[in-house]
């Protein structure tokens, strides 16, 4: 069982993001703009806010923008320098400053846990987060920082729960649990990658965030192609689950604040409405578009 500090977060990256094609077929999926911030930067800062300065993106072809947007680029910065445009010269050295970034191919698509299994020799014997791109989570409600919180004092693997219509929790990794030591921690003594309606042994979904104990890799390395011939993570989860020599036990922390769903494309459209109505500088004249285009459109 480890209690050490985490400092490492994995972001795989490799996907091919086809639901978006044709802005896909030469963007990345996760360079898509948010307002007006590329997916993957919010998922960065969330990993950065929660103490994890060392990131590792799991990446694959044509994922080359990745590791350009968080590089430097003089000649940008040196014209913007020169227009004495201090404002936008602070927001693209942001992305260049922001974490000690690592990537790495994951070679052949084999599912989230072959991704997972690609941090291994940059992780080591560390216990390390996992951020999955397409969950944004509003900086308001850090539940990052909850769950290293909750791996620190409990040891073993985090994953992050939040309850979904039961019409709904076939579309996700779904976890059997019993009460645990707060309000909102859970014990999980089960999981189950995207159950069958009706046979789904709760509501709470996993969303894409885990705090993992590096005994995951071991499992990994002998879990058998599963769900869609890919290497699910969910599967490796569900042993340490029932067997806490292992890797330790397996805590569940159910969030209950603002998530944008960017992997589906009617969500990321909702997902920039929202964000944008926040802003403080856009919200106020946006929200009034917006209501008075609402308003046209009944």
Request: hydrophobic share 40%.
């Amino acid at each position: 069982m480890s209690h050490r500090r985490i400092s490492k977060a994995v972001i795989p990256a490799a996907g091919l993001g086809t639901r978006f094609l044709p802005a896909t077929k030469a963007t990345p999926k996760e360079m898509l703009p948010v307002v007006d911030k590329p997916a993957i930067q919010y998922v960065v800062e969330e990993a950065v806010a929660a103490g994890l300065s060392d990131v590792l993106m799991i990446t694959g072809r044509n994922k080359r923008p990745l590791e350009d947007h968080f590089d430097r680029n003089y000649e940008l910065e040196s014209a913007l320098t020169r227009k004495g445009d201090a404002d936008r010269l602070r927001k693209v050295q942001e992305s260049s400053d922001l974490a000690t970034m690592h990537y790495v191919r994951q070679g052949d698509p084999r599912g989230l846990g072959h991704a997972v299994l690609c941090a291994a020799p940059h992780v080591g014997d560390q216990p390390f987060a996992v951020l999955l791109g397409d969950d944004l989570i509003d900086p308001r409600d850090p539940l990052l920082s909850r769950m290293v919180e909750v791996q620190e004092r409990e040891g073993g693997s985090v994953v992050a729960l939040m309850e979904v219509a039961p019409e709904q929790i076939h579309m996700y990794g779904c976890a059997a649990v019993e009460p645990g030591p707060d309000g909102d921690v859970v014990r999980v003594t089960g999981l189950v990658e995207k159950p069958e309606p009706g046979e789904a042994p709760s509501n709470l979904a996993i969303i894409g965030r885990y705090v993992l104990d590096p005994a995951v890799f071991g499992i990994l390395r002998r879990t058998e192609p599963g769900r869609g011939g890919e290497i699910q993570l969910t599967d490796a989860l569900q042993l340490l689950a029932e067997d806490e020599k292992v890797g330790g036990p397996v805590h569940g922390v159910v969030f209950k604040g603002r998530r944008y769903d960017t992997g589906d494309r009617s969500d990321y459209l909702r997902a920039i409405v929202r964000l944008a109505c926040e802003r403080e500088d856009l919200g106020p004249d946006f929200r009034a578009w917006l209501r008075s285009y609402v308003t046209e459109e009944m």
